[in-house]
């Protein structure tokens, strides 16, 4: 099928692009020219209604990636305009188009505790898609207001969405900090010491585009485990003081992410 990712230049639309390209026909809309050729290039803005109706024609489904991608890059009322504005006006020209499936890339930051420079703590661990949404940012912000945006489409138009929470993306430039990271654990608290690597976010934009009886899915992608050579357990419990932790999750595996991604495993087959 023919697919329109928006953002498909940037850190990850590469990566998704690549991955959509061995199924699919791709269709790469941005405001800069992609690096890579795994796909036609449209140049365009999600805030501009004509680009966006243009750019759907003949598309099937849509992977909307585009968004400011941190709180300290551009100003609060930017963040907003791009987050909320861009991804109504991604979703308006999707249900005009007749699109049938759209996958919104939505963060962990919803929570609050990515930015909530600890004054957000997680009612419970592992954190699950159940889980209060109390942003304290607006990046934060916009991304729980997104996701809303894709729900009312459903209802709305008959629209199927899907958003992937996923936390901190890492490349290969990631990796080679490891080390680095492990050894201060207490820089990491509100990203709850988790990672995805890029090439698994793909993967599952990939598996959300496609798989069957979604109406709305609000799912969590993360890594099995933490980037942290220290007990999960151990972790909450001198960082996260008094959050309840369920031992028997954390059983099988010492190491295992503070993320539950049991949902998105059952439901994508990943």
């Given at each position: 099928?023919?697919?329109?990712?928006?953002g498909?230049?940037?850190?990850v639309g590469e990566?998704?692009?690549?991955?959509?390209a061995r199924?699919?026909e791709?269709?790469?809309?941005d405001l800069?020219e992609p690096a890579?050729?795994s796909?036609r290039y449209?140049?365009?803005?999600i805030?501009s209604?004509?680009?966006l109706?243009?750019?759907?024609?003949?598309c099937?489904?849509?992977a909307?990636?585009a968004?400011?991608?941190?709180?300290?890059t551009?100003?609060?009322d930017r963040?907003?305009?791009i987050?909320?504005?861009?991804?109504?006006?991604?979703?308006?020209?999707?249900a005009?188009a007749?699109?049938?499936?759209?996958v919104?890339?939505?963060?962990?930051?919803a929570?609050?505790?990515?930015?909530?420079?600890?004054?957000v703590?997680?009612?419970y661990?592992?954190l699950?898609e159940?889980h209060?949404l109390?942003?304290?940012d607006?990046?934060?912000?916009?991304?729980?207001?997104?996701?809303?945006?894709?729900?009312c489409?459903?209802r709305s138009?008959?629209?199927?969405?899907?958003?992937l929470r996923?936390c901190?993306?890492?490349?290969e430039?990631h990796?080679?900090?490891l080390?680095?990271?492990a050894?201060?654990?207490?820089?990491?608290?509100?990203?709850l010491?988790?990672?995805?690597?890029?090439?698994?976010?793909?993967?599952?934009?990939?598996a959300s585009?496609t798989?069957?009886?979604?109406?709305?899915?609000?799912?969590?992608?993360?890594?099995?485990?933490?980037?942290?050579p220290?007990p999960?357990?151990?972790?909450?419990?001198?960082?996260l003081?008094g959050v309840?932790?369920?031992?028997?999750?954390?059983?099988?595996?010492p190491?295992?992410?503070?993320?539950?991604t049991a949902?998105a495993?059952?439901?994508?087959?990943i």
């Open positions: 099928m023919r697919v329109l990712v928006t498909g230049a940037g850190y990566k998704v692009c690549a991955e959509l199924e699919h791709v269709v790469i809309f800069q890579g050729g796909g449209l140049h365009g803005s805030l209604p004509a680009d109706s243009w750019a759907m024609q003949g099937e489904a849509v909307h990636l968004a400011i991608p941190h709180p300290g551009e100003s609060p963040i907003m305009e987050n909320v504005l861009g991804t109504h006006r991604v979703l308006e020209a999707a005009n007749g699109v049938s499936r759209l919104m890339a939505s963060s962990d930051s929570y609050g505790l990515v930015f909530g420079e600890g004054r703590r997680p009612e661990l592992p699950d159940e209060p109390r942003p304290r607006p990046y934060g912000l916009s991304k729980l207001l997104g996701e809303e945006i894709c729900r489409f459903t138009h008959g629209l199927s969405t899907v958003c996923y901190w993306v890492w490349s430039q990796h080679a900090r080390e680095e990271f050894a201060t654990p207490e820089r990491f608290i509100g990203q010491w988790g990672y995805v690597d890029r090439e698994q976010v793909a993967q599952a934009v990939a585009l798989a069957e009886d979604i109406e709305h899915e609000t799912l969590l992608i993360a890594g099995p485990q933490t980037f942290v220290q999960t357990l151990e972790l909450i419990a001198e960082y003081p309840r932790a369920d031992e028997d999750y954390f059983a099988d595996d190491l295992r992410s503070c993320f539950n949902r495993e059952r439901v994508l087959g």
